[in-house]
């Protein structure tokens, strides 16, 4: 299958021109260039019993409006995948220095470059794009049997991560944070017949050992 790792995410920062094509019935179609095009954030959300989601952030340089396409250019047909799911495309999702048993009711993952555009007299659209701080966060709920989670908060106690994504036909997907700590935390308990559960933040952080952060 086609196996993927975010490690490689926050530093290749390349650049995309895409393409937008708008078909007027009976008149001359529409052709939208967008240069010099970064992905500045993505995120994955993981809810019970549901498709798995996300959005993605892209950041760029200047667009265009023709009605000529590019010189040599081709396209390729749009490819066909299967839509991964929260409960059979799950392979793993391992928290290493959590509590054994420890289950997610959601998580939800947000990676950002926080890419800035500069603006510049003359020039339409942006005249330099500059990625800063790697930044990785995310908000989680999950069942807790005793205070062991709580305490890990409450210690700033590191833990890591790694979510092992795969649909049907084998294609996969791996994220891993070295290092996360818990950020917040709260114990909201519904009544006497309901399940414990834990809600609050996370936050990657750098790895020295890896010197990554995912």
Known sequence: GDHRDLHSFPTRR?????RKQV?????????????????????FNFQTGALL???MNIVGLSAEGTDTAISGESLDPIPSHDIMNAVSSIAEIEFEGLPAGT?????????????SQAKAIGTLGAAALASFSWDISGDFELYFQDTAIYNLYKASTSFKVTITLEDNSGNAMVIYLPKAKFETMS?????????LMESGTLRALRDA??????
């Open 14 to 18: 390349s650049s995309y021109l895409f």
């Open 53 to 55: 989601e996300g959005t």
């Open 103 to 115: 289950e997610f009711s959601s998580l939800n993952l947000t990676f950002n470059n926080q890419i």
């Open 23 to 43: 078909n007027a019935p009976g008149g001359t179609a529409a052709i939208f260039y967008y240069r010099g095009c970064q992905i500045n954030s993505m995120s």
């Open 209 to 214: 050992t890896t010197d990554t952060m995912a």
């Open 187 to 195: 114990e909201p308990v519904d009544g006497k017949d309901n399940f």
